[in-house]
C-alpha cells in the first residue's frame, strides 16, 4: 500500500514508526483506529515555539511565562476569539491533563457518596472518576432518535435527585460527536440552576466543529450558570498536542475557585512542562489557519466514513458527528459472531477501534472510529471491516 502525503499527512512508514500509543498498542497487521489523537504533523507555529524553546534557548528553569505568554493570558485570547468570552486569569488553573481536570474537579466540588448525572454512553473516564472517586452514578442516556442523537433533558430532571450534586458534562460529545444547541444548553443549565448542581463542563474537542454547528461554552450561557461552572479544555485535541500534557480548569467564579482551593492546594495538581505550556499558548494565538485546513480534510472524512457505510455497510447504525473526529458505530444489527464487535473487528478485519462496551453497558454492540488519519488508512480501515462483515455469516457457522 502506498501512501501519499499531503502537507500535514504522513506516510504509512511514518506512522509505523511513531514510539506512542495510537501505532504500538496493536501488533503491526492491525490498523489502528482508535485513541482520540490526529495521524497529522502539528501546526508549524507550534513546531516553531517548540524548538525555539528546546534548541534556542535550552531555558529549564522555573517555567513563569508573563504577559502575552502566559497560559492565562492566551486562554483568554483564545475564549475572546473563538466565543466573545471575557474570562478573568485570576480563575484560570493549569493542570497536566482535561481528565485530571475531571478527577480533581470532581473530587474538589462534591462529597464522597454525591450522585454525579452524565450522558452516556460516554467517554470512559467519566465513568472511571465516578467510581473512583467514590461517587454515585446517575445516568442520563443520550436518545437515538433514528436520525441523530438527544439529550433527554426530562430523563435528566428525573434522574437528578436530591443527591445529586455535580452534572458531568461533554461538550462536544465523546463518543457520539453531539453539538448542542443553545437551546439544549439552556435547559441543562437552567436545570443545574434550579437542582443547584455544579456543572463540569470538558470541552476539550471544542476546536473540532463541522459546518452548520457551532461550539458554545455552557458558562456563557449567563451569570448565574457561570459561577457554578468549571470549564476544562485545552488545545490538546485540536492541535494535536495530548503527550504536551498542557490543560486548563476555568472556574466560573472565585466561589467555586476557593471551594475548589480548600480541599485540593496547587501543590497536590501539579502544572504543565514549559513546552507544553508553550505549545498551547502558540496554538493558541497562531494555530487557527492550520485548523481550518484540517478541518476541511476531517469533514471530508466524515462524510466519506458516513458515505461508505451507507453504501457498503448499511447494517451499521451510524450518525455523522457533528464535531470530533470520532465516528460511533452501532453493530448490533450485524449480529457478528464473538464476544463484541470489537473483538470480531479485531480478529477477523485486523482493524483496532476503541471497545464500546467501554464506554458504558450502552455502548456494548458499538464501536469508536478514528478518522482523523490519511484517506488511504481511512479506506484500509473501511475495506477491511466490509470484507469481514461479508465474511461474517460463514464465521458464524
Ligand atoms: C472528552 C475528552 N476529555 C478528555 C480527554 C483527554 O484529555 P487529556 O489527555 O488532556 O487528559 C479526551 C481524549 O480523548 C476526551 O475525548
New binding site residues.
Given amino acids: 500500500m502506498t501512501i501519499t502525503t499531503e502537507p500535514f499527512e504522513m506516510s504509512l512508514a511514518a506512522l509505523r514508526a511513531r514510539r506512542g500509543n495510537k501505532w504500538n498498542r496493536y501488533p503491526a497487521d492491525v490498523m489502528p483506529a482508535w485513541v ?1 489523537d490526529m495521524d497529522f504533523t502539528i501546526a508549524e507555529p507550534i513546531q516553531r515555539a517548540i524548538e525555539k524553546l528546546i534548541v534556542e534557548e535550552r531555558d529549564y528553569g522555573y517555567g513563569y511565562r508573563a504577559g502575552e505568554n502566559s497560559l492565562p493570558a492566551a486562554f483568554a485570547h483564545r475564549m475572546n476569539d473563538r466565543y466573545g468570552w471575557a474570562i478573568d486569569q485570576d480563575l484560570v488553573l493549569n493542570v497536566t ?4 481536570g ?1 478527577f480533581v474537579s470532581t473530587m474538589g466540588l462534591s462529597e464522597p457518596g454525591d450522585g454525579v448525572l452524565i450522558q452516556t454512553p460516554i ?1 470512559p ?1 467519566f465513568l472511571m472518576t465516578i467510581e473512583k472517586s467514590g461517587r454515585r452514578l446517575v445516568e442520563n442516556p443520550l436518545r437515538d432518535t433514528g436520525s441523530g442523537w438527544e439529550l433527554d433533558i426530562e430523563g435528566m430532571r428525573a434522574a437528578a435527585d436530591a443527591g445529586t450534586k455535580v452534572l458531568l458534562f ?1 461538550n462536544p460529545h ?1 463518543p457520539t460527536g453531539r453539538v448542542y444547541t443553545r437551546e439544549e444548553l439552556q435547559a441543562v443549565g437552567d436545570l443545574a440552576v434550579e437542582r443547584d448542581l455544579v456543572i463540569i463542563s ?1 470541552e ?2 471544542a476546536d473540532l466543529i463541522y459546518s452548520g454547528h457551532k461550539h458554545i461554552p455552557i458558562a456563557t450561557l449567563s451569570p448565574e450558570i457561570a459561577a457554578r461552572t468549571v470549564t476544562l479544555t ?1 488545545a ?2 485540536g492541535f494535536n498536542l ?1 503527550a504536551l ?1 498542557c ?1 486548563v480548569i476555568y472556574f466560573g467564579s472565585q466561589a467555586l475557585r476557593e471551594r475548589f482551593r480548600r480541599v485540593l492546594p496547587d501543590y497536590v495538581l501539579g502544572s504543565s512542562s514549559v513546552v507544553g505550556i508553550d505549545a498551547t499558548v502558540a496554538a493558541w494565538y497562531h494555530g487557527q489557519p492550520w485548523l481550518d485546513e484540517v478541518l476541511k480534510k476531517l469533514e471530508a472524512n466524515r462524510d466519506y466514513v458516513a458515505q461508505f457505510i451507507k453504501d457498503q455497510m448499511p447494517g451499521i447504525r451510524h450518525h455523522p458527528p457533528q464535531g470530533t473526529y470520532l465516528s460511533w458505530l452501532n453493530c448490533e444489527d450485524l449480529g457478528l459472531p464473538g464476544e463484541s464487535p470489537y473483538h470480531f473487528f479485531l480478529e477477523e478485519a485486523k482493524v483496532g477501534f476503541n471497545q464500546g462496551g467501554d464506554f458504558g453497558p450502552l455502548g456494548k454492540n458499538s464501536v469508536r472510529l478514528n478518522f482523523a488519519t490519511s484517506r488511504e488508512v481511512l479506506d484500509e480501515v473501511l475495506g477491511r471491516m466490509a470484507d469481514a462483515i461479508e465474511r461474517a455469516p460463514a464465521l458464524a457457522r
Fill in positions: 482520540a491533563g482535561t481528565v485530571q475531571m467517554y473516564p461533554c465523546n470538558d476539550v474537542h485545552a490538546s485535541k495530548a500534557r490543560s
